[in-house]
């Protein structure tokens, strides 16, 4: 332990803590006193700065007019379908590219590293035309060589071959297009590659199969590392903007970050921010809690991820 | 590539359990990737019904286009803010925390969750506290500088709105990175300097920062990234990429007028032109984590 007496840097060190913290604090601080506030305080200017007692009459109203025990249950399945169908897609994935052999796997593995270079954010039509219709393809194919004129002619009378289903307005919509992921494959890869390798001999010639040294040996051994995704991933899953945005049309589907938009008050309404605000508290509760009580796997996800 | 010297024999399992990441990304990711690559070249008619093979007058147009230069021009402004504001933020704060003897715990507690909070809903409790009518900061600025606070209508406002939305959320993650590779540091080094004689400015500028770059370059890259994409959501919750269209950086350009304005061909080009940009971060990238490798072993 190094022994230097700095007081006065010391001081510094404190006080800019102490700032930095009220300074992050401050936007949730602000929201937390207008969320107990009545309208007319909160439209005060400037708005009191000490709480008043309507806050739970303030997030009962913002749960009735936001919608938002339907939305926050739809971010909840969202959320919870994104990291268990990250996390299983990934271990195998994982699995297959380090513990078999076989023609394909090194293009498997540039297959699934490139995806990290296709961010939702620069194919949004085309995926958006993709969700809406899972069959496009496959439609497309049909129509270039003239299938539906063949089988309606070998059926004898006019039908017409319609292939469609749609992802719109779905969980499996929300859910399966942000299920595949480069980085936790990649973790998963980093993983399985530092555990010794006796481990699979031994498996293999105590007869375990395959699948039994996967969910008796590497999964168990992975506990941590799944343990981790799973706060980094549930926080990603539930603060999830654009996909939504663009997959869902119904009020009834859509997520609670994105319904949230609904309670902001326009200028020509009243200024109810102290409903928009109780709502904003309902809304960022769930992620916020499991960083704060998950902190240090999230820590170590968040590190171990990007490595 | 590498593998497990002892591996299992079964060719089918090795495809069937590695098969559902290849039909996730066949479906979502590269059909779609080439479908916008192939809308690029093209040029539909307004009903949607032909389409014509136009080569690059997409791309050729777009950079004729003065409202994409301008949104490229924004975009460039608004990253490079929020990277100076959440980074030199973070690293501050970080280095700080590193320093105090006492609640390191309870700092980092009250430092990480704002990385919690949706970039869309940072953006809402922001446009509370600037909101031009309510917003106490409005009220602030307007007292002490006199200065008529609207970012509802001024651009410089809104972008100044947007910038802090989006470093607000971003400033946790840093901090969570600059810490770990501050604790990384060997104390040692940091002892013998001081022993030298070296103040702990200077120490942290000649030792500590230059060590820190590995993070730095990791962290600026991963800002850039936030900002050019993720921060999609404060703009569309909170300014719509206005007023006049001050605020409209690239990522919420393509969403407009491919999504809403139906301009596919014009869209796709910008999509392919922001394609590119991530295949470049991401070289750039990996060949700086090469270097990184060949340093140490």
Known sequence: MMVEKTPKLDLFTYISLIIGIIVVGFPIFYAIIAATLPLDEVSKVPMPLIPGDQFFDNIKEAWVKGNLGTLLFNSFVMAS?????????????????????????????????????????????????????????????????????????????????????????????LILPLTASATCTFLFRQFFLTIPEELCEAAKMDGASPMTFFWKILVPLSKTNIAALVVIEFVYGWNQYLWPLLITTSADMTTAVIGLQHL????????????????????????????LFMQRWFVKGLVEREK | MLRKRSYFKSKTLAYFLVMPQILITATFFYWPAIRGLVASFMRSDPFGLRSTFVWFDNYINLFKDPLYL??????????????????????????????????????????????????AISGILWLFLLH????????????????????????????????????WKNISYNFVFFMAGLQAIPKSLIEAAAMDGASPFRRFWTITFPLLSPTMFFVTVMTIIFSFFESFGVIHAVTQGGPGGSTNILVYKVYQDGFIGLNLGSSSAQSVVLMLLIVFITILQFKFVERKVQYTG
């Open chain 2, 70 to 119: 301008k949104s490229i021009v924004i975009t460039l402004v608004f990253s490079g803010s929020v990277a100076l504001l959440s980074i030199s933020a973070g690293l501050f704060l970080a280095s700080m925390a590193n320093r105090a003897l006492k609640f390191t715990a309870l700092t980092r507690t009250l430092l990480i969750w704002p990385y919690a909070i949706a970039p």
């Open chain 2, 132 to 167: 031009p009518s309510y917003g106490v900061v409005a009220i602030w600025v307007n007292r002490v500088f006199g200065l008529e606070w609207n970012p509802l209508l001024d651009s410089r406002h809104a972008m100044l709105m947007v910038v802090l939305a989006s470093s």
């Open chain 1, 81 to 173: 379908g994104i990291t268990i169908g990250k996390i299983i897609v990934s271990l195998f994935g994982a699995f297959s590219i380090v513990y078999f052999e076989y023609r394909f796997r090194a293009l498997v593995f540039a297959t699934v590293f490139c995806t990290l270079m296709l961010p939702v954010e620069v194919r949004i039509v085309p995926t958006y035309e993709m969700a809406a219709n899972l069959f496009g393809p496959l439609q497309g194919l049909f129509d270039a060589l003239g299938l539906n004129s063949i089988i309606s002619w070998f059926a004898g009378h006019d039908i017409e071959v319609n292939l469609e289903l749609s992802l719109l307005d779905s969980y499996a919509g």
């Open chain 1, 264 to 291: 902001i008050p326009s200028p020509e309404d009243p200024p109810t921010w102290n409903i928009a605000m109780a709502g904003a508290l309902l809304v960022v509760m769930p992620p916020v809690l499991v960083v």
